[in-house]
């Protein structure tokens, strides 16, 4: 998901040389339909169409910017193991109360900053940042969990001059809850 | 005056400026059709097989008649079918997400939204294709 669609997404895929399908979704609504609040956002869905795991905030393979160090998050490297020995049967699979949990009935705010955000992205993208901005503050407003509606505006703009804060600082806004909340294998 | 643009729900229309009147948008029947695939029919306002009936109470914020034609409020529309927008003034532009039908009771089921979007190539791929096979789906983005 990125409101630039293929310009930002391409040197990545191409780096990564994928033997999976990358997808892109520019007008983010995929992101939307899974309620991806933040990236990475993984879901497991079965041979049926069933969704078994929702919304975990999870790098599989992280690289610390500062000593380059690579780490695996193998806890949840073997829950998808497990996963694809056991299928349904395996202890990582959600019940359905669960996965709702994970993904919770809209209220209309959440539809109301998804309309906001859309349009600050539509005007940023035409050139009018400022009138762009005013849509974003509305959208973050709204649902100031959502970090990819932060994300995203913060990316088409300068978050400094034009939000008044910092990335450390944003993280530590408690209206915005947790960046990333735990990864719960349970 | 120019006029104005109307994102419906994936689909991008310029309008005139005759609708305009403040955060409220009046468009006639070819307008109303082509940005928003609505029509006025006796019945109601009708798209496809849906038609929303017009309570008798509310028929002068929505509709008017003028010249022969008649004009829909689409945002008054809007509201009546908890359907949420955006409305840019300095730039005219108007932003309408799904109404309350496709928005409400998310999920009711285990099924996983079903979707088709394009890879760097353009070629589509769409969930529902994939049954048979065990799918890991991962959001990620440039920022």
Redesign the interface.
Known sequence: ??A?G?D???P??TAAKQRH?????Q?M???E????RN??????????????RANDPIYAQRRNRETGEVSLNREYLDA?RD??AN?EASAYVLD?ER??SR?P??E?E???A???F??GT??AL?G?AS?AL??FK?AHALRPENW?YK??A??LGDIERDYGTTFQEALKDPASGPFYPPLDLG | MNGATV?YQ?RETEVGPAGIEGDELWLAKRELAASSGWELKPEGVCKDETCVPVPEARRSALIRDANSDSLLNLTEFARMI?Q?????E??A?W????PAWE?????A???????S????SGQI?T??EL?????????????
């Open positions: 998901m990125d630039r293929q930002a997404a391409e990545f895929i399908p990358s997808l892109i979704d007008q609504l995929v992101a339909l899974y309620d991806a990236v990475p956002a993984a879901f497991w869905i079965d041979e049926t169409g069933r969704m078994l998808v996963w694809v299928g359905l996965i709702k993904m009935a809209l209309f959440d539809v109301l998804a309309a906001h859309h349009l539509f005007l035409h009018h009138d005013v849509q509305s990819t994300r995203q913060w990316s | 994102l994936g908890e949420p927008f955006a409305h840019d300095n730039n532009v932003y309408f997400g799904p928005w409400k009771d998310r999920l089921s285990r099924q996983a939204p079903d979707f979007l394009p890879d760097l791929h969930l529902s049954r048979g096979n065990k799918v890991f789906l991962l959001f990620w983005a440039s920022w």
